[in-house]
């Protein structure tokens, strides 16, 4: 899928690769299973070749992420006291993944622009910024995860890869295409998956693992979402779930709990754009999925400090939870004829 697009990037990380003996893996604050699903995948390949390698997680990541191999090798930071200015003086090599901009590091961002150590990133997300040494980034791709098995493929590591590696790969593509709903319209996908396949990965467990793992406390919040607050707007094909800091509370929100509540709506029959905002503690969290044409990158960059793909994206607000719904309803008529006709 490359062609001769990557050809010198490629060289460049392969040199580094090979030549280099220490690295650390950095995916973005709140990371989801592309992101560590990506990060572990060049955890386990940096491991065959002998490399000394460490995983550092900005923030905690989903407990439903738990059963992919060596995921409980990650170093979670918990608090900013933990991040000391040494935190990557171990390291030669930071590998940045799945993100686009250096503040997705949240409170690592500092140390890891002061870092003397050569920067790579490997994204997906349009429009990146310049925070790295060397960027390998390509938007048309499903996930990081695809991304980095196709990397892997290119400068010939995927002779390394095993079933525990595929397996991270798959979790990461299955994770951020919802199960192949969005973001996985090209061929090259189902290519790779295929190929995943073909080294034991067992796509049912996965799915189970990562689906069907939740706590009878999440699965009370998600019914009680559906039935309180969940707002459908069919004169815009719309709608959007509230949460505040209180629901969160009443179902002992765990982190990760409301991943993929936001596409509960697009069930409804004729709703092609939602959204959800969630009261945390000094912001609003917002995210957007949208079926069709419609446009939730420009949306969330537009109107919510935000972006991310087509299809699915994030934003945040810092007025409180009932303006930043009502802004989001008001805006919705501006959208009218596109979320209506196209």
């Not at 995916?27 to 699903?37: F, K, Q, S, T, V």
């Not at 009680?224 to 069919?234: A, E, G, I, S, T």
């Not at 004169?235 to 949460?243: D, F, G, L, T, V």
């Amino acid at each position: 899928m490359f062609g001769k697009r990557f050809y010198n990037e490629l060289k460049e990380l392969e040199e580094k690769l090979l030549t280099k003996k220490s690295f650390i893996i950095i995916p973005h604050y709140n990371p989801d299973g592309d992101a560590i699903g990506s990060a572990l995948a060049f955890y386990l390949i940096l491991k065959k070749l002998n490399k000394k390698v460490k995983v550092i997680s900005p923030s905690e990541f989903p407990s439903f992420l738990d059963w992919l191999p060596e995921s409980d090798k990650i170093k979670v930071i918990w608090n900013k006291s933990q991040i000391r200015k040494d935190i990557f003086s171990a390291a030669e090599v930071l590998i940045a993944v799945d993100f686009n901009e250096i503040k997705r590091l949240g409170d690592l961002s500092s140390e890891f622009e002061k870092s003397e150590a050569f920067k790579i990133l490997i994204d997906h997300h349009p429009n990146p910024m310049q925070f790295t040494d060397l960027m390998i980034s390509a938007p048309e791709y499903s996930s990081t995860a695809e991304l980095v098995y196709d990397v892997f493929k290119n400068i010939g590591l995927h002779k390394f890869i095993d079933v525990d590696i595929a397996t991270c790969i798959y979790a990461g593509i299955m994770t951020d295409t919802g199960s192949f709903n969005y973001n996985s319209s090209t061929p090259n996908t189902f290519r790779v998956v295929a190929d995943l396949l073909e080294y034991g990965v067992n796509k049912d467990d996965a799915y189970d693992k990562t689906y069907n793992s939740f706590s009878v406390d999440r699965m009370r919040f998600m019914g009680h979402v559906m039935l309180n607050r969940m707002v459908v707007l069919p004169e815009y094909k719309s709608a959007y779930i509230h949460i505040s800091a209180k629901d969160r509370r009443d179902f002992n929100e765990k982190f990760g709990d409301t991943e993929n509540f936001v596409n509960i709506p697009l069930a409804v029959k004729g709703i092609r754009f939602t959204a959800i905002f969630i009261e945390r503690d000094n912001f609003i969290k917002i995210s957007f999925r949208s079926k069709g044409n419609f446009d939730v990158n420009k949306f969330a960059s537009n109107h919510f400090n935000g972006g991310g793909h087509k299809n699915a994206a994030g934003g945040e607000s810092f007025t409180s939870l009932q303006e930043s719904v009502e802004l989001f309803v008001k805006l919705l008529e501006q959208y009218k004829i596109e979320l209506l006709y196209e």
